[in-house]
């Protein structure tokens, strides 16, 4: 005989509104664990919400820094390459680099300097007094191109109360190889005779990244000076200058840096020079920076050359601006 169920009798395990898992009744005020659960997640995950977001935020914050830093010129010298970053604006009250740009007798003269000249056994040693200030403009992470554009002797080496505007050089640079490690490049010079001769430089910047703070720069150039009669026949003369150069740059922090430079430079190809310099500098400045640099350098060598003056010692103050544009 089938079994009847009766309306107040409940079996174990049947359904009821109250209860879904068990037999017995649940008080109607009691509220269901899973029903609290399902309440009280928006609350659990909003801390975990507002992580993310912080997380997400830094995270596209760090990247747009980092765009910018790849961007833009970096603060360490020992980061940079043979030619400025993106496009910059440089401004060069001071040398623009430590080997083709600061040595030899064409691509120098940046910055105030203040030389010893030898004039000879006859007569007394001079100091001289020359400020030289340029632009230049680089674009495309590999073009570079500049002027000297304000050399001037501020002292009264005539006794004519004049300053002498000298020669003018203007130069391009390509990069024609470039890895994080190792940059090559190729650069014409010509300086433009609006004091003495004109002049002509064809050169080989070379750069390695030796470690993330420290760097070498080497250079070679064969110079070409029109000069207005050397050995005194009355004609113009041609006269060859061979240029190697190189450069130690150490950042001590990432804004401090110091170092040193020497070579050989042979005039005409004969008269040998060894210039020996130190060098220290600071950048301040984030998207646009500026060095600042003092520079002592002594020069030796067999230099013997008849009417040619020659440089015992020289100081170098300057600073370098770059814009970022």
Known sequence: MPR????????PGNRTPGNRTSGHRVSPNRVSPNRMFRERTPRHRLPRLLALG?????????????????RGNPVSVTQRGLVDRSVTLRVDAGPPDRTLLDSGKLGEGWGL???????????????????????ALSFADRVEIGLKAVPLRLDDDRGDDDVRF?????????????????????????????????GMGFGVPLLF??????????????EI????DVDGDGDDDVVANFDLPFALFINATPRFFFGGRSGVTVY???????????????????????????????????????GVPDREWEAVLGVTGRFAL
């Not at 997400?56 to 790849?70: H, I, K, N, P, V």
């Not at 000076?225 to 207005?228: A, N, T």
């Not at 301040?284 to 003092?294: N, P, S």
Request: glycine residues 10%; proline residues 2%.
């Open 4 to 11: 009847q169920r009766m309306p107040g009798n409940r079996m």
């Open 54 to 70: 912080l997380a997400l935020a830094a995270l596209g914050a760090s990247a747009t820094t980092a765009e910018a830093q790849r």
């Open 113 to 135: 300097r203040l030389i010893e000249i030898d004039r000879g056994r006859d007569e007394d040693d001079e100091l001289a007094l020359i400020w030289g200030v340029g632009v």
């Open 166 to 198: 000298l020669d003018m050089e203007a130069y391009g640079r390509f990069v024609f190889f470039a890895s994080r490690r190792v940059e090559i490049g190729g650069q014409l010079l010509l300086q433009f005779p609006t004091w003495d001769d004109f």
């Open 209 to 222: 990244r030796l470690h993330e703070r420290v760097r070498l720069d080497v250079g070679a150039e064969l």
């Open 225 to 228: 000076v029109f000069d207005d």
């Open 268 to 306: 005409d190809l004969d008269d040998v020079e060894v210039p020996v310099s130190a060098f220290v500098g600071y950048t301040v400045g984030r998207r646009h920076l500026a060095d600042f640099t003092a520079t002592f350098t002594w020069f030796g060598g067999d230099r013997d050359r008849q």
